[in-house]
T-cell receptor
Framework: SQQGEEDPQALSIQEGENATMNCSYK?????LQWYRQNSGRGLVHLIL?????REKHSGRLRVTLDTSKKSSSLLITASRAADTASYFC??????????FGKGTTLSVSS | GAVVSQHPSWVICKSGTSVKIECRSL??????MFWYRQFPKQSLMLMAT?????????EQGVEKDKFLINHASLTLSTLTVTSAHPEDSSFYIC??????????????FGSGTQLSVL
């Protein structure tokens, strides 16, 4: 089953611009996580935000969580070509296993 | 974090043969591993939860007799795709859960296995 739905499905920007991706989910969660996947590779954990947190920062990443709207956003500031990848949100609907959203494919051109 | 090694990275096999994929947790004793499947340009779909020393828990719609999971040690889980068919062609990724028994916290992923069945 899929829990999260990312929006947009694809995003193309220029280097230096900010990229914003959104994620919506359906049920109550303990935390929400964002992962990055380069083409044909495994996923890398980016950031985790707990249900009692509203905003979290990590380097150029900023994540917000609105549990009343069951949504989260990931902002990448001052994007670089190396940020080109697919980004997935994931929640713990199943209790122990993470359920992933459909992902946003980000393309940053120089 | 945990370092997860997955092997092979890619495999091509004939229809009807079986393929084994290994997932090793190199620096963490993993009582639980997860197996996901990913079709091109799609999300990861959870296939099963692999539990060390006990039977795997399969998600609805995943055939346990077709996707055999063995988690015989704290560092190794294997996924065997039996009697593979072209529709089994996909990207298979394992992951290791860190954190307490009732939390998922972060997942650390292997690099994935691209399976192509001819």
């Amino acid at each position: 089953s899929q829990q999260g739905e990312e929006d947009p499905q694809a995003l193309s920007i220029q280097e230096g611009e900010n990229a914003t991706m959104n994620c919506s989910y359906k049920t109550s969660i303990n935390n929400l996580q964002w992962y990055r996947q380069n083409s044909g590779r495994g996923l890398v954990h980016l950031i985790l935000i707990r249900s009692n947190e509203r905003e979290k920062h990590s380097g150029r990443l900023r994540v917000t969580l609105d549990t009343s709207k069951k949504s989260s956003s990931l902002l990448i500031t001052a994007s670089r070509a190396a940020d080109t990848a697919s980004y997935f949100c994931a929640t713990d609907e199943a209790g122990t296993a993470l359920i992933f959203g459909k992902g946003t494919t980000l393309s940053v051109s120089s | 974090g945990a370092v997860v090694s997955q092997h092979p990275s890619w495999v091509i096999c004939k229809s009807g043969t079986s393929v084994k994929i290994e997932c090793r947790s190199l620096d963490f004793q993993a009582t639980t591993m997860f197996w996901y499947r990913q079709f091109p340009k799609q999300s990861l779909m959870l296939m099963a939860t692999s539990n060390e020393g006990s039977k795997a828990t399969y998600e609805q719609g995943v055939e346990k007799d077709k996707f055999l999971i063995n988690h015989a040690s704290l560092t190794l889980s294997t996924l065997t795709v039996t009697s593979a068919h072209p529709e089994d062609s996909s990207f298979y990724i394992c992951s290791v859960k860190t954190g307490g028994p009732s939390t998922n916290e972060k997942l650390f992923f292997g690099s994935g296995t691209q399976l192509s069945v001819l």
